[in-house]
């Protein structure tokens, strides 16, 4: 079983999380035999969470209790509060998930705290732009491994400007082989263009219920 957990903090971006929880939360478009999936909010504490929509999120668990090995995902949504000292530790706890084969997922501020801890330097990887990363994080020596495009998927690292939200989702969903390839495709085209042949496309690619 995959746990997913959902990094929450102060002033966190809504939007930029809205696919993915509700794809993996709600499991409506999962393939037959995929795998469990259990979706987690973690914090530094348990104390209330108020997001950018003004939205309150009471965390399910704290880092501590984050656990370490490849079936472990962590989802590290933007917000203007990342230079906050306390954020530190979910930093930590990102590198030695990393080191341990789980999944990090990152999007618009989160990848300014990566590049702060070095973690973009060797990685292929994205962000707002190479010049954002460089503006936010002084210490940032990933040049050459930034790719101008809108998210990026570098194995068991994928991370996302602040537009890439819908890319983003598809690279986790991908990774965590939980939709089928046409499903996922379909998924992807129809959210993308509001085509209504993509809707119908994927309505088709879905199991029948009996």
């Not at 809504?14 to 393939?31: C, M, Q, V």
């Not at 080191?99 to 997922?105: F, K, L, N, R």
């Not at 690292?157 to 082989?177: C, D, H, N, P, V």
């Amino acid at each position: 079983m995959f746990t997913v957990y959902v990094y929450t903090l102060d002033n966190l971006a809504d939007w930029e999380l809205g696919y993915i929880t509700a794809e993996l939360n709600s499991k409506r478009f999962f393939k037959k035999d995929a795998p469990n999936v259990s979706v987690k909010t973690v914090a530094v504490s348990k104390e209330p969470v108020k997001t950018m929509g003004g939205l309150t999120i009471i965390p399910d668990s704290v880092i501590s209790e984050i656990m370490v090995n490849e079936k472990s995902v962590l989802l590290l949504p933007g917000a203007n509060t990342w230079d906050d000292s306390k954020h530190g530790a979910i930093i930590e706890k990102a590198a030695e998930l990393l080191s341990s084969g789980a999944t990090i997922c990152a999007i618009c501020g989160a990848t300014a705290a990566l590049a702060n801890a070095s973690l973009l330097d060797q990685r292929l990887h994205t962000s707002n732009g190479a010049k954002y990363l460089e503006m936010f994080s002084p210490c940032y020596k990933g040049q050459e491994f930034y790719i101008n495009e809108p998210s990026v998927a570098d194995h068991n690292f994928i991370t996302a400007s602040s537009t890439g939200a819908l890319l983003w989702t598809k690279q986790i969903l991908e990774r965590l082989k939980v939709f089928q390839s046409d499903t996922l495709d379909a998924w992807y085209r129809y959210f993308s263009s509001g085509m209504e042949q993509h809707f119908f496309a994927l309505m088709q690619t879905l199991p029948i219920s009996k």
